[in-house]
């Protein structure tokens, strides 16, 4: 780190945030090398007539006055007196905020009171800075990294107009200390501003508010790239916000002042006569710029020096400013940035429109950016203040996000009211010159620029900035993954949810990268409602967002995945060629697998897969191999995907699948065991298997002399019935005359019937030569229908005896689905091999309910989708209840993040308003009224445990600002902290109840208190 300290600048501190070409990370930014510098890799904000950084930009580019004029109806509705707004001074116009009074108080977990109670800066802010975050791809609970935060607020009129009105201020104020000033001031002081972002959002590093007036927010700035350079943090947020109240309000202009005489800001312009204050703000997200790199940010702009210093005594008084300290404070920074004046193309200036501060604040930038009065590079200077007003401590970083987005849009914008420069500027014909009209911004090198905030009270800040460096070519290209891009989207109410999906939607354009956009968004917080969205085509995936859909929440206990494998007669020709195609795990271990076959069989199943044709999948000693070989690897693909069953269960020769994935055998044996039971039942007697729609209990009296057994059972209204060719035919007719649904299955034998006996004991020999352990994953039995002890799992007369008996497949599922549902965690079933049909059967097993969840992972042979997109929209199905999925594998490793719709807050008003001055205030009629309902309550509470809790939901339901409280709910769970239970405790005192916080948080129901209270 560099500490540049010029000698015009005795006080002032520097960021050491220069930076150059580096050949390893490819930055190659034409800026000379130099120590580290600062990224911004984030931005959100609230504007006026902009709720979005992009829109922001819009109203920019286009010189858009965003102030407002408001009537008299209006301002007097806002409290405004008659007596203002008859002076000759009132003016009427006000740079507002669409949706001030409002906030998503669900989202942070703040219950309504508290909320209502909360000055709107904080609020806003907290706001912005989730989105910034967002922004930045950056979850904090996803990253054990230090995440500091530097705010600044403006003077709080919400406390002293709105909430104080409430309240005599002799007794609040004047009684000293009390609990509900100590509230009070914590949901509205600026010295919590910070920190309630540090603890709303879970952030461990720095929390720090600024204060220097007008330039806080980029003194902010400055003070979190000091943090990041010394590696106290990792990434900070920083910035500020205002929000006036009241707040649709005008103000009163007195001659000579520095507020304008009609309502507009005119930034260097010959007519300007002052400034308007008003409301918004913004925050940066800031990492290391090697950092940023690494992680493969997407990078807006790069800080490379920054600077700050005060004025002193240097002026004609305190609130002047000073042309010498705002020169050096640029000097300072041009110098830790390693940057020569001429390179700065345009500087974001204070630019608030005074008779005296923008002509000092112009003699300044000469006196450093031209010092010797040589320069012929033009140096352009602009304010957003002539579009939207001064926003006062939140003035710095809005000047900031401007600039860096012009630098993004290599465009100048107009600066707004500019029709000719002040004289008193001295702009003439030299290389200084206001922006009037919206321009292409280039340079013969990179784009450098510069960012001025200057405070009342002499605090000047300066930020240097340059574009960022050239997003380097992707990486020579790889294969595609075998998955689809997964777009997910998740909010913490199903309204959200909606409204998310349809901003995403109205984001994604024909050209969009939808790899880009699900990488981004995978990095993003995984709400409890969530929607999965596999799509190959950007059209494709913004109708599927914006279909209505159910929305559940995740579980508190997310179901447990369970891959269930298929059998004999699930096969279809190319099955999976769309997965093995794009390589990946699932073409690596097919091929390993078809290998190890083709040595025990001299045949390669990929030849009947992926070149043959449905008969060579009716062929038992073709169609096990072919089946085992697809499903082990698709196992393997979901795995590495982050799906680790937490149980298995395999249909017939599916089991032995389950039982390679369980470490019953291993793959070389279970390939051998898995080819020799191919070819013995391929050996057997000619037979047909018959699935019936009728009950076990029905069919076993069909069955006695038809020459049929029962071969499986797969749901309670399903089974299948095997024997010899002729026979089947008799029985399919007489169940049909009855009206029972039979159909004949894709099979030559009848397995698990007596025509596999000789098959059997042969294969109980081969088996016994294969070496068997204990599942190390739980494993069901066909032959039990229930969990595979160890003693089963290695007795090879077990395995031989599972091609003969009777598949129990619904008592599987029975047994999966036991002691789980509604009140326990569910169990997610994949369907893990081609079809849907075991998926299907679970739902109509008694046990099944909403709390579980079946998937397949690979395609119907109908269905009009490739494998990956099969695959991906299966992985997303689980990512919805709650399983966790590891997206790398549906990555090629050249996404980019991109940018996207923030978190669609639900914002509702959450407001105080102030009281009316004709009434007594209502904390007075509370006053009055309570020793009468005390009386009352005491008379209650006597009544012992109910009645004390009547009172006590009572009294939570008016301190946490809801409309009941339920006997049972948590009183942290809606929201209340210690604050708020030492309120709870002031209040029961007045009903005649006796306790402490510590109580409360001992026993935190309504039910549990007032039995300790009673």
């Not at 706001?127 to 003077?155: I, K, N, Q, Y």
């Not at 059997?760 to 595979?788: K, Q, Y």
């Not at 494998?867 to 090629?892: C, F, N, P, Q, Y």
């Not at 996404?895 to 978190?903: A, D, H, I, K, T």
Request: negative net charge; proline residues 7%.
């Amino acid at each position: 780190m560099s500490d540049a300290r010029p000698d015009a600048g005795g006080a002032q501190t520097g960021t050491g945030t220069g930076t150059g070409t580096d050949d390893e990370t490819g930055v190659g930014s034409g800026i000379e090398a130099g120590p580290e510098a600062v990224a911004v890799v984030g931005i959100a904000g609230r504007f006026p007539g902009a709720r979005t950084t992009e829109e922001f930009w819009d109203h920019l580019v286009a010189g858009r006055d965003c102030l407002e004029e408001l009537d008299d109806a209006e301002l007097l509705a806002a409290g405004v007196p008659d007596s203002a707004l008859a002076g000759p001074g009132y003016v009427r116009r006000a740079a507002t905020l669409e949706g001030f009074a409002e906030f998503d108080a669900e989202f942070f977990g703040l219950p309504p009171a508290v909320a209502a109670a909360m000055d709107p800066q904080q609020r806003l802010f907290l706001e912005s800075c989730w989105h910034a975050l967002e922004d930045a791809g950056h979850d904090p609970a996803a990253r054990d990294d230090a995440v500091g935060v530097f705010a600044a607020p403006s003077f709080s009129g919400y406390f002293g107009y709105n909430l104080l009105s409430h309240h005599d201020p002799r007794v609040l104020l004047g009684s000293g200390t009390s609990p509900a000033l100590i509230h009070a001031l914590t949901l509205t002081d600026p010295n919590f501003f910070a920190t309630r972002v540090a603890h709303a959002l879970d952030l461990r590093g720095p929390a720090l508010t600024v204060q220097t007036a007008c330039s806080s927010s980029l003194v902010a700035v400055h003070l979190a790239c000091q943090s990041l350079l010394s590696g106290e943090t990792d990434l900070a947020l920083a910035g500020g916000m205002t929000v006036k109240v009241p707040h649709r309000a005008g103000y009163l202009h007195e001659p000579g002042s520095m507020m304008s005489a009609d309502g507009f800001c005119r930034p260097f312009d010959a007519a300007a006569n002052g400034t308007v204050f008003g409301s918004g703000g913004g925050v940066v997200a800031l990492k290391r710029l090697s950092d940023a790199l690494a992680d493969g940010d997407r990078i807006r702009a790069v800080v490379r020096g920054t600077a700050v210093n005060n004025d002193g005594s240097l002026k004609m008084g305190f609130t002047a400013p000073s042309v010498e300290m705002q020169a050096a404070v640029i000097a300072e920074a041009l110098a830790v940035a390693g940057l020569e004046p001429h390179q700065v193309g345009y500087v974001e200036a204070h630019g608030t429109g005074t008779v005296l501060g923008d002509p000092v604040e112009t003699a300044a930038l000469r006196q450093a950016l031209d010092p010797v009065g040589d320069r012929t590079a033009p140096c352009l200077i602009g304010s957003a203040k002539g579009n939207i007003g001064h926003l006062e401590a939140a003035s710095g970083v809005v000047g900031l996000i401007k600039t860096v987005l012009a630098l993004e849009h290599r465009t100048l914008p107009a600066t707004a009211h500019f029709t000719a420069p002040n004289p008193e500027l001295g702009l003439g014909d030299g290389p200084f010159q206001v922006v009037a009209d919206t321009r292409q911004w280039t340079a013969p090198g990179p784009l450098v620029a510069g960012v001025s905030s200057l405070g009342v009270g002499g605090t000047n800040a300066h930020v240097v900035l340059t574009e960022a460096p050239p997003v380097p070519p992707r990486r020579t290209p790889t294969p595609a993954p075998a998955a689809a891009p997964v777009l997910l989207v998740s909010a913490r109410t199903p309204e959200a949810l909606r409204d998310a999906g349809r901003e995403l939607a109205g984001a994604i354009g024909p050209d969009t990268d939808l790899m880009d956009v699900a990488h981004t968004l995978a990095g993003r917080r995984a709400f409890g409602f969530r929607a999965a969205v596999a799509a190959r085509s950007p059209e494709r995936a913004a109708a599927l967002l914006r279909a209505d859909r159910p929305a559940a929440r995740v579980a508190a206990a997310p179901p447990a995945p369970v891959l269930l494998l298929p059998g004999q007669g699930s096969p279809y020709p190319r099955m999976g060629e769309g997965l093995y195609r794009a390589g990946g795990v699932f073409r690596l271990e097919l091929d390993r697998c078809a290998e190890l076959f083709a040595a025990e069989t001299g045949r390669d199943p990929r030849d009947a897969v992926f070149r043959g044709d449905a008969a060579d999948l009716l062929r038992t000693d073709v169609a096990q191999p072919a089946l085992f070989a697809v499903e082990y690897a698709l196992a393997r693909t979901l795995e590495s995907h982050g799906v680790r069953p937490a149980a298995l269960a395999g249909h017939s020769v599916g089991e032995f699948a389950a039982a390679c994935l369980a470490g019953v055998m291993e793959l070389p044996d279970a390939v051998r065991l898995v080819a020799a039971r191919g070819r013995l039942m391929h050996a057997a007697p000619a037979g047909t298997m018959l699935s019936v729609r009728a009950a076990r209990e029905l069919l076993l009296a069909r069955l006695d002399g038809s020459g049929l057994e029962l071969a499986a059972v797969n749901e309670p209204g399903a089974c299948v019935v095997a024997g010899p060719p002729a026979q089947a035919a008799a029985f399919s007719a007489l169940m049909t005359a009855e009206g029972v649904t039979v159909t004949a299955l894709r099979t030559p034998h009848a397995f698990h019937t007596a025509a596999m006996d000789e098959a059997a004991e042969r294969f109980a020999e081969l088996v016994g030569r294969v070496p068997l352990s204990a599942p190390a994953v739980p494993l069901l039995s066909n032959v039990t229908g229930g969990w595979m002890t160890d003693a089963e799992a290695t007795d090879p007369v077990r395995w031989a005896r599972q091609m003969r008996s009777t598949v129990r497949w619904s008592d599987c599922v029975r047994t999966l689905l036991a002691g789980t549902g509604p009140d326990g965690p569910g169990r997610a079933l994949v369907e893990t091999g081609p079809g849907r049909a075991l998926a299907s059967a679970a739902r109509r097993v008694p046990g099944w309910s909403d709390a579980h969840l079946a998937v397949s992972a690979m395609r119907h042979p109908e269905e009009r989708i490739d494998d990956g997109e099969a695959l991906s929209r299966a992985l997303g199905a689980l990512w919805e209840t709650g399983v966790e999925v590891d997206w790398s594998g549906t990555r090629h490793g050249r996404e980019r993040r991109v940018p996207l719709p923030g978190y669609p807050f639900r914002r509702v008003r959450h407001w105080t308003d102030p009281a009316d001055p004709a009434r007594p205030a209502a904390a007075e009629v509370r006053e009055r009224e309570r020793p009468r309902t005390a009386e009352r309550a005491e008379a209650t509470a006597g009544r012992a445990g109910r009645g004390a809790a009547e009172v006590l939901a009572g009294i939570w339901a008016e301190v946490l600002g809801v409309a009941s409280v339920k006997p049972d709910e948590d009183f942290f769970d809606l929201g209340g902290d210690s604050v708020l239970a030492a309120r709870v405790c002031g209040r029961a005192q007045a009903f005649g109840l006796d306790f402490t916080p510590k109580d409360v948080f001992e026993h935190p129901t309504v039910s549990r208190l007032a039995v300790k209270v009673s």
